[in-house]
């Protein structure tokens, strides 16, 4: 299905990129039906609660950065926002589940008091309204079916699946929807036929009642009863006042290339910013990919990153707004520090599409890993960000009432001096910068194309463990690792280390990459 080489625009209607081989197919045949690049991103995310259930659904939320054809650049922020009134702790369900990654567990928080107020509903009706060319049943008609008729479960779904089993075991709901029909006890697995019927049902009432049914009306009652009923903050009000923001792109350059990121008050974006303006500051170019002086940069940036995140934060009233992360002052003092040093510290997917008429949207979305909290008869559950650690670093409980809550979420689009531009965005919670940190560094600094620079092997340093994926030179490991003496070096690759699904539009023609980390698939839309 993916086609990764540029291929010349003449019978080309544009290129997708995504997590799934059903959610690529329902973009592009959105595309072929005339619709635009807008049209095409919002269709290929019904059909991804459909397909990628876990790692994204209309309880949670996302961002969308869209460039329309005149140049004008927006992002539509429908992320979660903190509910109201805040709970006391000893009145909550709220309790830690693990995360089996295989070479590394992680701990999270599920229950009704993990819920936040999902933005994802609006925000696709928002887009809808303003940019999209076809009609909103149009647009569900493929999710709906795909729901009706089944997903077969390919291998990285079902290991989804598996990593974050205890969360929907824990709902005889959610285990009576997705538990495997020939395993008792498992969850869907690989090859298995998973039909959504409830799913399907609530597209068709959204496509019916619009936004308002989820945030009005009688279902609205019935998911603030059981939030509240059983332990959790969420009520009717949040649902009724949550709103889609629009906002400006935080746009900077990086050498000669312009890039257009998710704003603050998301994190990822101005993190990543941060790190490039840093590399610059130090007067430094990165050497050969891969080199133990390159890795070792690298691993100084990602530091340097996550000190001047800790940093900000502690200035910033407990909320992530970051304000002069990006300043001259500030960048020379972290690029002091790393100059001074040896030369040797969640579920999420995403969509790229771009269209023969110049417009690009990138679309990532989030569930967190699912709260186990599910909406009665909709196949949809409910998100669990009040209980992801990444998005509450000065612990949990402390979150401010009615507030957008952060997101390391990072959607973004590349300018390169040679005229193509690149949609990018990845999964991957708290790895999300990092993927794409390196994403933008193979590309520009190492002049990788697309998919060379999609699968070059990464980094991730986090709380001062140095993680190494598969794929290094052994030389350039070990001359690196007498430096982080705390590391772990990965057998092979991982959805832990991010998923960078993205397309290239440019002089040459399209091109796209779908990580194989994270399932992706990539498609060139042929008339």
Known sequence: MSKHLHTKTKNVKGAVAAGHPETAKVAEQILKQGGNAFDAVIAAQMAAFVAEPVLTSPGGGGFLIAEKNSGKQIVYDFFVHTPREKRPASELDFYPIFADFGEVHQEYHVGPGSVATPGMVKGLFAIHRDLCTLPFNVLAEPAIQLARSGVRMNSFQSGVFDIIKPIYLESPEANKIFGSSSHPGKLVRENELLKLPGMADFLEMLVRDGEHAFYEGDLASEISRICCESGGHLSRQDLQNYQVIKRTPLTFSYRADQISINPPPSSGGILIGFALRLLETIRRRPGAF??????????????????????????????????????????????????????????????????????????????????????????????????????????????TPGQRVSSMMAPGILKKRNGEKIVFGSGGSNRIRTAILQLLLNLTDHNMPLREATDAPRIHLEKNILNLEAGFDSDAISKLITDYPDHKIWKKKSLYFGGTHSVCSGPDGYSGAGDSRRGGVSILCNI
Do not use: C
């Open 290 to 399: 891969g080199s133990a002086e390159t890795l070792g940069l690298l691993a100084n940036i990602q530091k340097m990153t996550d000190k001047a995140r800790i940093e900000s934060l502690a200035h910033a009233d407990q909320t992530e707004t970051y304000e002069g992360i990006l300043d001259d002052d500030f960048l020379k003092r972290f690029g002091n520090e790393i100059s001074g040093r040896s030369e040797a510290n969640r579920g999420t997917t995403h969509i790229s599409v771009a269209d023969s008429d110049g417009n690009v949207a990138g679309l990532t979305s989030s569930n967190g890993e699912g709260s186990s909290v599910m909406i009665p008869g909709t196949g949809v559950m409910l998100n669990n960000m009040l209980g992801e650690e990444d998005l509450n670093p000065s612990g949990f409980h402390s979150w």
